[in-house]
């Protein structure tokens, strides 16, 4: 019985070692690699002088204005309605942005004078009057666009806001040096309605 044992772990034994004893086979080394050569393309030259003419395009962006128009709008009633003010100005700043790239300029004027009643930051206000005097200065009204320049000065000023009192100085200068432009009645605002909407201070409609 022994002997059967013996015999067996002797057979085992060979089995497992064998591996170590067969011939490993060595491979050649792996050669460097080398910097590849730049590809040389039959690729003609460019002609510089070429004939062909290219037009720049100015593709204006793409949104609808009514959803635009109601999502301002709504903002700019809740914040009226819980009189967070200054968040308004933005919305109605925001608003006459929009009349303005349909040329709804009664629109447009209306609202900037809503966002300068509303606003107490100097900035806003003067960016507001200055946009404010470019309209009335596309519209013929000359009178009235002096009026909101001096206005947005007279505030630069008293904020310390040196840049744009040079800037708004050189506007009342091209507009004292400007001819006086023939705009349509159509396109012309009443200055009663102004006057009486620089009075209001807050939005009866909101």
Same mark, same amino acid.
């Given at each position: ?32 690699? &080398?910097?590849? #050569?730049?590809? @040389? ?6 002609? %510089? ?8 395009? +100015?593709? @204006? #962006? ?14 700019? &009633? ?7 003010? /200054?968040?308004?100005?933005? *919305? ?6 929009? +009349? ?13 004078? @809503?966002?300068? *009643? ?10 507001? %009057? ?12 000359? $009178? ?5 320049? /001096? ?29 006086? %432009?023939?705009? &349509? #009645? ?10 009486? $909407?620089?009075?209001?201070?807050? %939005?009866? $409609?909101?």
């Amino acid at each position: 019985m022994r002997f059967f044992l013996l015999l067996a772990c002797c057979a085992i034994s060979l089995n497992t070692s064998a591996q170590f004893w067969k011939k490993k086979v060595r491979y050649a080394a792996i050669e460097s690699a &080398k910097s590849a #050569p730049a590809p @040389q393309f039959a690729t003609p030259a460019l002609n %510089l002088k070429s004939n062909v003419v290219y037009i720049n395009y +100015y593709i @204006q #962006p793409v949104f609808d204005f009514d959803l635009m128009e109601q999502a301002v709008l709504k903002e700019a &009633k809740h914040n009226m309605r819980y009189r967070e003010y /200054q968040q308004a100005s933005h *919305s109605f700043t925001d608003l006459a942005g929009l +009349y303005l790239l349909h040329n709804r300029f009664s629109e447009a004027k209306w609202y900037l004078l @809503q966002s300068i *009643s509303l606003s107490n930051n100097a900035n806003l206000k003067i960016a507001n %009057l200055l946009t404010l005097a470019g309209i009335k200065t596309d519209l013929g009204e000359a $009178a009235l666009a002096k009026t909101d320049l /001096q206005e947005a000065r007279m505030l630069a000023s008293a904020n310390g806001l040196k840049a744009d009192v040079i800037e708004i100085d050189r506007r009342l200068l091209a507009l004292n040096n400007s001819k006086p %432009l023939i705009v &349509k #009645p159509e396109l012309r605002y009443s200055e009663a309605v102004e006057a009486a $909407a620089r009075k209001k201070t807050t %939005l009866k $409609a909101l």
